[in-house]
C-alpha cells in the first residue's frame, strides 16, 4: 500500500500570501492518479487538482499542482478568504485509494 | 446534474452490522466511465477509503477493512449500499459516497455525507 504524507500539518499565512503544500508518497506514483481536494468544515471535499496538475472544472487559476515520482506540490499563487481550508492529496495503485492525512491552511 | 445521496441509520449499536446506501440520480451507475465508491471520515480527522467498484468490473476494498466490508449494488433502483459488519466506536465517522473517473482514478462528485455513530 503507497502511504502519502502531507506537509506542513498546518500553514499559518495571510491573504494574498502565496501556499506550498507537500504531497510525499512512500513509493512512486502514476502522476495520472494523483489528485488533491478542499474540504471545508461540515462539508465534503470538493476535487482541485487531477493527474497532478489539471486544473477540474470551475478551479480558479490560483490553484496549481506539479511534481512526480513520489514529490507532489499543490501551490495556491494568492490565497483568498475562501481558500482557508483542509487539503488532501489522494492517489490510486495496486487496486487502491489512500489519501495523505492532510494540511490546514490557517488565518494567520 | 448527477447528484448523489447517502442514507441509513444515524446510530449503530457496538458489534452490530452498519448499512448505508447511496442514491444516485442524474447518470447511471451502470457507466463504464465511473467507479462508484465509499469514503469515511472519522471526527476530526482525515479521509479513509473504504471501497469502490465499477459496475461492469471488479470491486475493490480497503485491506484494512477487508474482512468487514461488502458494497452491493442495486441497478433497478441506482443505488449502491455500504454493509460494515462487527462495528465498533473507531467506526464513528462522517461516511460519503463519491463517483470516481476510471482511468484517472480521482474523485470528481461527493454526496453531502451522512454520520455515523457507534454507541450503545
Known amino acids: 500500500e503507497i502511504l502519502l504524507t502531507q506537509s506542513p500539518g498546518t500553514l499559518s499565512l495571510s491573504p494574498g500570501e502565496g501556499a506550498t503544500l507537500s504531497c510525499r508518497a512512500s513509493q512512486s506514483v502514476t502522476s495520472r492518479y494523483l489528485a488533491w481536494y478542499q474540504q471545508k468544515p461540515g462539508q465534503a471535499p470538493r476535487l482541485l487538482i487531477y493527474?497532478?496538475?489539471s486544473r477540474a472544472t470551475g478551479i480558479p487559476d490560483r490553484f496549481s499542482g506539479s511534481g512526480s515520482g513520489t514529490d507532489f506540490t499543490l501551490t495556491i499563487s494568492r490565497l483568498e478568504s475562501e481558500d482557508f481550508a483542509v487539503y488532501y492529496c489522494?492517489?490510486?495503485?495496486?487496486?487502491?485509494?489512500?489519501f495523505g492525512q492532510g494540511t490546514k491552511v490557517e488565518i494567520k | 446534474q448527477l447528484q448523489l445521496q447517502e442514507s441509513g441509520p444515524g446510530l449503530v449499536k457496538p458489534s452490530e452490522t452498519l448499512s448505508l446506501t447511496c442514491t444516485v440520480s442524474g447518470g447511471s451507475i451502470t457507466s463504464s466511465t465511473y467507479y462508484w465508491g465509499w469514503i469515511r471520515q472519522p471526527p476530526g480527522r482525515g479521509l479513509e477509503w473504504i471501497g469502490s467498484f465499477l459496475y461492469s468490473g471488479s470491486t475493490y476494498y480497503n485491506p484494512s477493512l477487508k474482512s468487514r466490508v461488502t458494497i452491493s449494488v442495486d441497478t433497478s433502483s441506482n443505488q449502491f449500499s455500504l454493509r460494515l459488519t462487527s462495528v465498533t466506536a473507531a467506526d464513528t465517522a462522517v461516511y460519503y459516497c463519491?463517483?470516481?473517473?476510471?482511468?484517472?482514478?480521482?474523485?470528481?462528485?461527493w454526496g453531502k455525507g451522512t454520520t455515523v455513530t457507534v454507541s450503545s
Open positions: 489522494q492517489q490510486y495503485g495496486n487496486s487502491t485509494w489512500t
Open positions: 463519491a463517483r470516481i473517473y476510471n482511468h484517472y482514478y480521482f474523485m470528481d462528485l
Open positions: 493527474g497532478a496538475l
